[in-house]
């Protein structure tokens, strides 16, 4: 078990605690990713189940829910989540890097505060990872704790760099993601919709779709009214 997931691992409860302060950004991914009925979906670090629940509500006729995490105790905890929410999820304890699932196996991949976690590569390697599992005709909905541009951007990284100094124990990962619009699009992705979702801290949420088109686009679009 590596360092990252060691610690998510040993701090399930404590990360449920918070979970209400990213609910907002969840819902909001969920409304812009759109799910439709008998879609496959595969949640990609999904904790203890905030980003499953969110999707499952928004849309009752999931064909099937995957969820993925490396930490066992984090996906426990999301089994009592998602009980009288979705009836049959299943679940997968695996690193987001290398998922054993097969190609094209899903027409939704959702990623949930991960990718700001990791470094460059790795994170390059996980959205590689969610565009082999999303085919060529899928879509990606990623929520990331993310940083303002500018001025704002600047201060909020300062003061986020001091929270960690404080609180060595309690945050981990590399702060506040910039631009994950530009990791997307180097990975031949096209962004079709973007969010930002204030509160105890910011959250960015970005859909992305393998093909583009406007076809593709309006269909996403249509969705979305």
Do not use: K
Request: net charge positive.
């Amino acid at each position: 078990m590596d360092e990252l997931t060691a610690f998510f691992d040993a701090r399930t409860r404590a990360y449920d605690r918070q979970l209400w302060l990213e609910r907002p950004a969840l819902r909001t991914a969920a409304r812009l990713a759109a799910p439709a009925p008998g879609e496959r979906v595969v949640d990609i670090a999904a904790g203890t189940g905030g980003m499953a629940v969110a999707l499952a509500r928004r849309q009752r006729g999931l064909g099937s829910l995957v969820l993925v995490d490396a930490a066992p105790r984090m996906l426990a905890r999301a089994r009592r989540r998602l009980r009288g929410v979705y009836q049959s999820p299943q679940w997968l304890v695996a690193d987001a890097r290398a998922i054993p699932l097969p190609d094209a196996s899903a027409d939704l991949v959702s990623i949930s505060y991960l990718l700001h976690l990791l470094d460059p590569h790795d994170a390059s390697t996980v959205v590689n990872e969610a565009i082999r599992l999303m085919g060529p005709t899928g879509r990606l909905v990623v929520v990331v704790h993310g940083c303002p541009p500018g001025r704002i951007g600047a201060a909020y990284r300062r003061v986020w760099s001091a929270r960690r100094r404080v609180s060595r124990d309690a945050v981990v990962g590399r702060g506040p993601m910039a631009g994950i619009t530009q990791l997307l699009e180097h990975h031949g992705l096209s962004v079709v919709a973007r969010r930002w979702v204030p509160g105890a801290y910011m959250s960015e949420v970005v859909v992305a779709q393998a093909i583009s088109g406007e076809r593709r686009r309006g269909t996403m679009e249509g969705r979305l009214q």
